[in-house]
């Protein structure tokens, strides 16, 4: 790597403001020849803004980008395309009816006279063009009979017959099985040797540590760390992402309100839960008054695991026990039914009637018990509301806001009151915090100790390991799928978390 | 063109099981003068189904065809009847009045962002409206009884002898073949090359596909969309032609309800009504297939009405499975898809 | 943003009633015949059949669906009413057989739409060549007349309290449908599934369970008509209900707010639509406009309400 070079890529003092909000902290990124750089961090850390600078989607609020040192335009994605800069997005950017030839050459095809293809032309530059990158796609195969890493090097394909020099690879392996993964990774190496830069943007820690050169990891909103991949370990990269939280380790274990008394009898049990290509041999039981959190990298399917146990996603293997009774839920009004509530990770689009009033959002789970002869009982359904409404202390405290008009701390409060009136005997919550202000993380965690201390069990999926160290009072650790530990959190500091989440897949926790 | 191959043999295959079937279940099913019946009789439906595949292949529909096709069918009858227009001057009129159909109905989708399908719909309604209001039937009564005798047009319905052209007369019976048939190959030859050989051809199946993706490479998706919705209507144009020259003469119901057999068609020949999937001999496959079940049980005497509930169902079955290979395609994604995360 | 939507969605509101009063001064300026009672009262009774399928109709395209079998629906209603009739069973035997024609028909759209997540368009285009088969099937293509059936002429031909009586019949299930999505749960759930489908599901809600009762509910509106359609003319016959009705009955929905891809939506304001329509309707006549002229008229206003509202939906 020519460290000294003048870089390929350089993003200048770049920042971006939306209102007094500051998604990204002035900073600057530089990219070589030749160079895969991984860029790290967590939901919110502000690399889809940097990324969305690189490419055009977004202007910067101060700062440049130049490539080869001539500065590109800012804010012009279709300039900065053919100029050389092209970004691989998670979801397909593909025509899945036309062949591998036809999607390389998509909008642009070689024509003749009256708009007619010049099939011979066209198919002379997507071989010379394969062979030059060493890419093996057959030009005439329809790309929608492609295997999913096949149609992602149509992809990169299509980018370099635009001439990319620099490559943004969003979650590249996000739908990739292990062994197209290192295909995928036998493409990047062969297109590194040919010196396009490689910006490679992944939670896979096993990936960035197979495939990449370099790495910047960042955290609200600001670089923090730019290093070697060679000189740096798994679980300094997470201590990285994870911040100065380990400094507030003890401050977390303070604050920590455990369950004095033994955890109930077994309310859930799951017996070697399995989904076909996603999570595998799931054994654990949650206890009545006991907080579990489930933890792990994105992407180690805990929020496929929930959606199994509330009815909402597939499950191929295994059993569920409910109260010592096999259960299978159809769908969730089943798992509503036997007492089970789900908060989503995305509450937008998955929880939340934006457009209704909160009193209606509070109680949607639980209609039937204000029906009186054929007819809701309005009043009664006020009276529910404004008790959890003020049981949640959501402000404003005025039942006919809707939901879209609070702030992101108090709609989560009125999602978890939906379940909460359910009186759920198990409750679920996928990154309940997330986009939430301080403030209202502290109520959560208030009320999810206090639904605890009444005897509900409470499973949480977190990323946020001071979430975690805050309110377990047993930790799961999940790795690629698989249930790598569970242990009481009095028995597990932040280090062996950290440790045990960044395990190599399939190695027992605590000896990476 | 995902189910090219296997699709339309599949497809040739149910036709020729149809054809047994109803050639044991009726006498003369399997005559050569039933083929002729086949052949002239549904040309201009497979015509107006090639038509229909593109607006479907652009994730539309266009319910107007048959409304399009009385429009033009009455076109014809007024221009040449009631103004004495020469037939080679008719022609090329209807063909562009179906055209221009078609395009209003891509202007309203396109310009006023309405789905197409109330577009089309409102569309049906106005087109057969106006059919009534131009009809030469009601403005000149004398005309009604009137045939239409005009040598360009009635030509469109001839038959060429070709066995007996190539001497084979003796050895098999074989039956005649309608100009409209041939039409309808024409027809389809060239709408086949438009889909495989042309840009316009690749844009249609990329902004049916995926019309951001097509959008990102720089396809203009609204005028591909405009030109799919013309494209349906000079194809409804086209089928009004050969079917005015069958009966030598218009109505204001030509062609009422016939969008249903036309959709049922295109889906049965593989295109998705998901976009961006299919072609266009699948279709014209698909719309013989029909033509033998309604001819074949119009010939074991079951009655129209009874046609018209399993055109419903078949158009059941057919989006049934459209939908069952959609999901089918996906699972395999999905199983590996990473749901929320 | 919020404010804004609510102002807009009060704008909508107000710019239907704004254009009602500009077309009742202009009619009343034009021909002072359109106010008198008798004429105000004409327009209710010619809207009716479309008022009480519009009820049914809200609620289905508030779901992000449609049914274009409505028309059949009612020819089928109608002749299923003469026939139980004709065989001696007796009005309300033949009247209750008929609506569950219609609710039967409208289960059956709505299991293959919500269960198998086939396509509401093309499911329903099905259904009204099946069902407009069927009835020619039963009824053939002739009219069937029905005399010496003084109760069952009443239901169209009837006054009461001075009003038609399927004026009365019209108000008293959109008071109910008003009621059923104002005050009951099944209007909480519509308005979910509407706001946010995916949600209401995770929510608990039994989405397919309600999608099938909607379609249900629209397909007995539809078979309600039947039956006072064939009492306002005496005949039943399996070609009534003609192509067309399901236009009138989605353009009033449109007009009254709800877009076609699915969100709120008020069976109150979708009759303000129904009676908009009305007056454009008989304005035109008693204007003496050209059939044509006005068919094109009522195009254009429509088309220019839904792309107006497709565009505030986006």
């Not at chain 1, 939906?418 to 919550?429: C, H, S, Y």
């Not at chain 2, 068609?265 to 079940?293: D, H, K, Q």
């Not at chain 3, 877009?259 to 329509?277: C, D, E, P, Q, Y």
């Amino acid at each position: 790597m020519a460290g000294n070079a003048l870089p390929l890529l350089q993003a200048l003092g770049v920042s971006k403001s939306f209102g007094a909000v500051q998604a990204l902290k002035p900073c600057d990124f530089r990219l070589h020849t030749g160079e895969v750089r991984a860029l790290i961090g967590s939901n919110g850390a502000g690399k889809s803004t940097l990324i969305k600078i690189l490419t055009g989607a977004l202007t910067p609020s101060s700062g440049e980008v130049r490539l080869e040192d001539v500065p590109l335009p800012p804010g012009r994605p279709d300039q900065i395309i053919r100029r050389g800069v092209a970004c691989i997005y998670q979801h397909s950017n593909l025509a899945p009816a036309l062949s591998v030839m036809d999607n390389i050459y998509l909008g642009r095809q070689p024509t003749r006279r009256f708009g007619l293809l010049d099939r011979k032309r066209q198919r002379r530059q997507v071989v010379a063009l394969l062979q030059t990158y060493g890419i093996s796609l057959d030009p005439d195969a329809i790309v929608g009979t492609l295997p999913t890493v096949k149609q992602k090097e149509v992809e990169i394909a299509k980018a370099l017959a635009l001439d990319a020099k620099v490559l943004l690879m969003d979650e590249p392996t996000g739908w990739l099985a292990a062994t197209e993964v290192r295909k995928l990774h036998d493409t990047i190496r062969l297109l590194k040797a040919k010196g396009v830069g490689i910006v490679y943007i992944s939670h896979m820690l096993d990936e960035i540590f197979a495939v990449c050169d370099t790495m910047t990891i960042m955290r609200d909103g600001q670089i923090i760390a730019e290093t070697a991949v060679a000189n740096t370990n798994r679980v300094e990269v997470i201590e990285k992402m994870v911040g100065e939280t380990l400094a507030r380790e003890s401050q977390a274990a303070a604050n920590h309100d455990r369950r004095a008394a033994a955890a109930g009898e077994v309310r859930l049990s799951v017996r070697s839960l399995g989904r076909r290509g996603v999570f595998h041999d799931i054994t654990l039981d949650l206890h009545a008054g006991e907080i579990l959190c489930l933890t792990g990298l994105i992407g180690s399917k805990r929020t496929e695991l929930v959606h199994a146990l509330f009815g909402s996603g597939p499950r191929h293997s295994g059993t569920v026990l409910l109260d010592g009774k096999a259960v299978r839920f159809r769908g969730p009004s089943d798992a509503t039914a036997a007492g089970i509530g789900l908060v989503p990770e995305d509450r937008h689009r998955d929880g939340l009637m934006l457009g209704m009033p909160i009193r209606d959002n509070l109680v949607l789970s639980i209609l039937k018990r204000f029906v009186r002869l054929g007819r809701l009982d309005r009043a009664a359904i006020t009276r529910t509301a404004q008790a959890s409404l003020s049981a949640l202390n959501v402000q404003p405290p005025d039942l006919d806001r809707l939901v879209r008009q609070l702030s992101g701390g108090n709609q989560q409060k009125v999602l978890v009151g939906k379940w909460l009136n359910l009186g759920p005997k198990v409750i679920i919550l996928d990154e309940p915090t997330v986009g939430v202000d301080v403030g209202a993380k502290a109520e959560i965690y208030g009320i999810l100790r206090r639904e605890r201390d009444r005897g509900a069990a409470i499973l949480v999926v977190s990323s946020d390991l001071e979430e975690v160290m805050t309110l377990a009072d047993r930790i799961g650790i999940m790795v690629a799928g698989r249930l790598a530990a569970l242990r009481p959190a009095t028995e597990m500091t932040m280090k062996d978390v950290v440790s045990a989440i960044g395990a190599e897949p399939g190695m027992p926790a605590g000896m990476a | 063109m995902l189910r090219d191959a296997g699709g339309t043999l599949a497809l040739v295959g149910f036709f020729l099981v149809a054809v047994t079937f109803f050639s044991f279940v009726t006498r003369n099913f399997g005559s050569a003068s039933n083929f002729e019946n086949l052949m002239s009789g549904f040309s201009f439906m497979a015509i107006l189904t090639i038509g229909q595949s593109f607006p479907i292949l652009m994730r539309g529909i266009d319910l107007s065809v048959g409304a399009i096709l009385a429009l033009v069918g009455m076109t014809v009858f007024d221009l040449s009847l009631m103004f004495g227009w020469p037939g080679w001057a008719v022609l090329p009129a209807a063909l562009l009045v179906g055209t221009l159909a078609g395009l209003l109905n891509g202007a309203l989708i396109v310009r006023l962002r309405l789905p197409p399908f109330i577009a089309t719909l409102a569309t049906l309604a106005a087109y057969r409206g106006l059919v009534y209001t131009i009809s030469g039937r009601q403005l000149v009564p004398g005309l009604s009884t009137t045939p239409i005798r005009d040598p360009w047009i009635i030509g469109l319905e001839t038959y060429y002898d070709i066995g007996g052209a190539l001497g084979l007369k003796h050895l098999i019976k074989l039956p005649w073949l309608p100009l409209s048939f041939i039409i309808l190959l024409v027809t389809l030859l060239v709408f086949r090359f438009l889909l495989s050989g042309t840009r316009f051809g690749r844009d249609i199946y990329a902004a049916g596909g995926n019309a951001e993706a097509a959008r990102l490479a720089g396809i203009n998706v609204d005028r591909v969309t405009m030109a799919a919705y013309a494209t349906s209507g000079f194809c409804a144009g086209l089928g009004a032609l050969l079917l005015v020259a069958r009966l030598t003469t218009s109505t204001e119901e030509l062609g009422k309800g016939i969008e249903l057999s036309t959709i049922a068609a295109a889906v049965i020949g593989g295109v998705s009504l998901s976009g961006g999937i299919g072609n266009v001999t699948g279709p014209v496959i698909g719309a013989f297939l029909l033509g033998v079940i309604l001819l074949g049980l119009t010939q074991a005497g079951i009655s129209q009405f009874v046609q018209q509930i399993l055109t419903g169902l078949i158009l059941l079955i057919a989006i049934g499975n459209d939908r069952w290979q959609t999901a089918r395609r996906d699972r395999a994604r999905t199983e590996t898809l990473t749901g929320a995360s | 943003m919020t404010r804004n939507d609510n102002l807009r969605a009060f704008a909508t509101r107000n710019a239907l009633g704004l254009a009602m009063t500009v077309f009742v001064i202009l009619f009343a300026a034009a021909e002072p015949a359109f106010l008198k009672p008798e004429n105000l009262i004409g327009i209710l009774r010619s809207q009716a059949l479309v008022a009480i399928m519009a009820t049914g109709m809200t609620f289905v395209i508030m779901t992000g669906g449609v049914d274009l079998s409505v028309g059949p629906v009612l020819a089928l209603s109608g002749v299923v009413n003469f026939y139980v009739m004709d065989a001696g069973w007796g009005l309300p035997l033949s009247m209750s057989a008929a609506i569950a024609t219609g609710l039967l028909i409208g289960a059956a759209n709505g299991t293959l739409i919500a269960a198998l997540n086939l396509p509401p368009i093309i499911v329903t285009l099905a259904a009204l060549s099946i069902v407009r088969g069927s009835a020619l099937l039963l009824g053939g293509p002739d009219l069937h007349s029905i005399r010496g059936q003084p109760v069952f002429t009443f239901l169209g031909s009837g006054q009461l309290f001075g009003l038609p009586f399927s004026v009365v019949i019209a108000a008293v299930v959109a008071a109910l449908m008003i009621f059923v999505q104002k005050l009951t749960p099944l209007g909480l759930l519509v308005a979910a599934i509407g706001e946010n489908e995916r949600a209401a599901w995770l929510s608990g809600l039994r989405v397919r369970r309600v999608k099938v009762l909607l379609y249900g509910l629209c397909s007995a509106g539809a078979a309600l008509a039947g039956l006072i359609q064939t009492s306002q003319v005496h005949t039943a016959a399996a070609t009534y209900g003609e192509f067309g009705t399901e236009l009138d009955v989605i353009a009033a929905v449109v007009l009254g707010g709800t877009s076609l891809s699915g969100g709120t939506g008020s069976v109150a304001r979708t009759m303000l639509g129904v009676l908009f329509l009305g007056i454009l309707n008989n304005g035109m006549s008693i204007m003496n406009m050209p059939i044509n002229l006005q068919l094109i008229a009522k195009g254009i206003i429509i088309a220019g309400a839904l792309a107006a509202a497709q565009r505030s939906a986006d």
